[in-house]
Structures are given as structure tokens and as C-alpha cells.
């Protein structure tokens, strides 16, 4: 019995290793990577600093596959729709490399940009690397950063991901209003709800 205990033990240190997030941002960091070029469905090569405008920039870590991101889908294009409105620039980054070669690919973000009528930038992070720099864990996730590139919000669209009609606090919506007016961000950070991702290491 015991043999069969150290046996499995090596094997759950393991585990606990894969599942132990990555170090998330912290709010006030300077945006990470913003010079890397990633492919975006329009064939273009962009970075984060290509995709902000004036006011800011608001990244989202998404994908094709993630139920939470499809059931959230009209309230991620209504919101980058408001970024944009702001003056605010939106990149969405698929970082799903362990799916690349079934529903996350090129062809596939492609095909489901269409879909949605994206009217974004919807990139591929290569191994993820934007992902582990931000620490993003999940699908839907959003960072806000504004016009000095300092990290202002961090998480969740609204407090509500399954059920829009139950929905009682836009924080990303609040977020971006009080960042452009000038303001502290009263809400920092709220929790993500959605899928992992899928990386390959």
C-alpha cells in the first residue's frame, strides 16, 4: 500500500503543478508585450500597441470553443462597440494553442469572426505568450489599461456571465467611463468566469 501511495504521490505534484495559475498581473503594471506582432483575422501582423487609441486599451482573452465566451458573445461585441466609442482600442486574443488545430484555428477565429460581424482585432497569441506575460487564465478575461499603458481594471465584463437579464454591475462598463473621465477606477479587479485556457506546455 505504501508503495502504491509514493507512486501516486510524484503523479499529484504533478497535477497540482499543471492547475496552479499563472501570476496574474497586478493593477498599475505597464502593459506587457506591446510591441509583439500577432496575426489577426484580416491577415495582418498587429500588437497591443497598434490596436490602442487615445483613451486606452481594452484586451479580452477569448476564443471560438468557450461556452461562457459564445453565451456572452453580444455583450463582449456591445462592449468593445462602447470601448471603441470612448476612444478606447480592443484586441481580442486567442491564446488556445493546445486547440489550434481543431475549433480555435486560424480558419476557424476566421469563420466565427464573420459570424459575430467582429469589427475588432481578433489575433492569434503564438504558445501563449501573451497569456502567460498577463497571467490570463480564462476565456472570457479582460484587461483595461489606459493612455499610459498602466493596468487600470482586471476581470470580468459584468457580474453576471450566465444570465444577462440578472446582470446588476457592468464593471467593465464603469471601469472604462471613469478611466476616460479622468477618475480613479473604483472597482479594480472582480473574478472571471469561463473557460481555461488551452495551452500546449
Do not use: W
Not at 492547475?19 to 503594471?29: D, E, M, R, T
Not at 476564443?63 to 484586441?91: E, H, L, M, W
Not at 489575433?123 to 505568450?129: M, V
Request: net charge positive; glycine share 6%.
Amino acid at each position: 500500500m505504501k508503495k502504491i501511495l509514493f507512486a501516486i504521490l510524484p503523479l499529484v505534484a504533478i497535477t497540482l503543478l499543471a492547475l496552479k495559475p499563472f501570476n496574474v498581473l497586478p493593477i498599475g503594471s505597464t502593459m506587457p508585450k506591446a510591441d509583439i506582432k500577432m496575426k489577426d483575422i484580416s491577415g495582418k501582423e498587429v500588437s497591443l500597441k497598434d490596436a490602442k487609441k487615445k483613451q486606452g486599451l481594452l484586451v479580452m482573452f477569448s476564443c471560438n470553443t468557450c461556452p461562457y465566451v459564445i453565451k456572452n458573445q453580444d455583450r463582449t461585441i456591445n462592449i468593445a462597440a462602447y470601448a471603441s466609442k470612448k476612444n478606447v482600442g480592443v484586441i481580442l486574443l486567442n491564446s488556445n494553442e493546445g486547440t489550434r488545430n481543431g475549433g480555435d484555428s486560424y480558419n476557424a477565429m476566421k469563420q466565427y469572426a464573420d459570424n459575430q460581424k467582429y469589427s475588432f482585432y481578433y489575433t492569434i497569441d503564438k504558445n501563449s505568450e501573451l497569456a502567460d506575460a498577463f497571467g490570463a487564465n480564462r476565456t472570457p478575461e479582460c484587461f483595461l489599461f489606459d493612455e499610459n499603458d498602466k493596468l487600470v481594471y482586471h476581470g470580468a465584463i459584468d457580474d453576471n456571465p450566465s444570465n444577462a437579464s440578472a446582470v446588476e454591475k457592468i464593471h467593465l462598463k464603469n471601469a472604462i467611463d471613469q478611466m476616460v473621465a479622468g477618475k480613479e477606477v473604483a472597482v479594480k479587479e472582480t473574478r472571471s468566469v469561463g473557460c481555461s485556457i488551452k495551452r500546449s506546455k
